[in-house]
């Protein structure tokens, strides 16, 4: 991400106004990243397809956003932020089009993938247009309402998807998840048009497309292997395609040490802190993502919830996140990487209690048991989602913040979609021994994951990094 200092501050109304378009962009993404999870079923039912599509409906979006996500930001220092803004807008307004209107599986699976690629183009660069244009000031109090309302919107695309579901608008089903979308989209891009500043573009960046190239087939052959293996057993093709992802990502690292402007700064590679915060990042986002999208299967496969009973059921979650969320802003600064480790042994106590709840109840579990795992997991995310990332960047040099942000965003992508798609897969691959069979076994996957996620805790910074101002 660049910061041009050249560019005037706006005022207090412009400033607002900016704030709204890039909130109504986020809004979109976060909401359209978890949307799947509660209308998965009745795409599934509608479209007649069997039930392996349901790790790609999510995966196919996340792995698009995230593999382009760090290229977006790129191209819009390059060619200046507003236009790639308003270029990713609209092509994300159309991949909803296409997503709402999709007559097949396919077709689905492919808008999504156009949402992603046109995301990765928007989400970088509303961060980027706020950090050069508003007063520090005002940049400050705008981030006091930016950050909650992003963690509102993350688990607000199942509550909000099943509700529109079960209310079945002009006989549509679960389309206008999708379809509205352009709606939110027009509101934007007419704002957008009218008040989003001009950030000046900087012709001297050099795009590493090969690199980028690398990245996205790498993450292809790799959840494309480990996906369909798990579900539809391990073929040639499956080995093959695991097997090439690995070589490609690993030439993806060569091509980074010696590109000249690589999509990673080299010095970031080196950061032992730094990368441990990738590699925890990558497993506490992954197995978040995929444990909300098994837990809305569960509600409405074994518990026979409908998409607004589920809905219901995972507002704990909600409230929960942003719990926990207050808590990592209070506590951050004087616990640092404690504060991860607190992050994740609450999500080991609730997943365990959801997995005892299972065990003892099978597909009686009551709503207080949900009650009290959801609310304990939500906390969990909120705790883990803040903190994480935070002590990531605890001892890196100022010039390095903007990349390595950029990084850790794209990675929190990449783990969205792995973790949805992967952990969807072990609860559809058991699921014919039954739901109560198909939960435990992907509770106890999430399980190790997170105690696997503590040995690398105290690899990372001991301080977060400080706000400064």
Known sequence: MTITTETPPLSTRAVWLTLIVVLLADAMDLMDATIANVAAPSIVKELGVGDGVIPWLGASY?????????????????????????????????????????????????ARVVQGAFGALLIPQGMAIMAATFPKPMLQRAFAVFAPLLGVFAVGGPILGGLIIDANILGLGWRPIFLINIVLGGVALLLALRYLPAVPARDSTRIDLIGSVLLALALFGLLFGLVTGSSDGWSTLTISSVIVGVALLALFGWRQARADEPLLPRSLLTNRGFTSGLIVGLCVFASFSGLMYVISLFFQLGLGYTPTETSLNLIPLTVGIMVGSGIANALILGLGRRLVLIGMLTTLLGTGLLLVFVLASGVQVTWWQNLIATSLLGIAAGICFNSVFNTALGNLKPEEAGSASGSLSAIQQIANGIGSALVTTIFIGTLASGTVTAMTTTLIVILVVAALCLLAVPLLPRAAVADEG
């Open 62 to 110: 996340a792995l698009a956003l995230g593999s382009l996500l760090v290229l977006g930001g790129r191209v819009g220092d390059k060619f200046g932020q507003r236009r790639t803004f308003l270029t990713g807008l609209i092509g994300f307004v159309v991949g909803s089009a296409l997503a709402g209107l999709a007559p097949s599986a396919g077709v689905l699976i492919a």
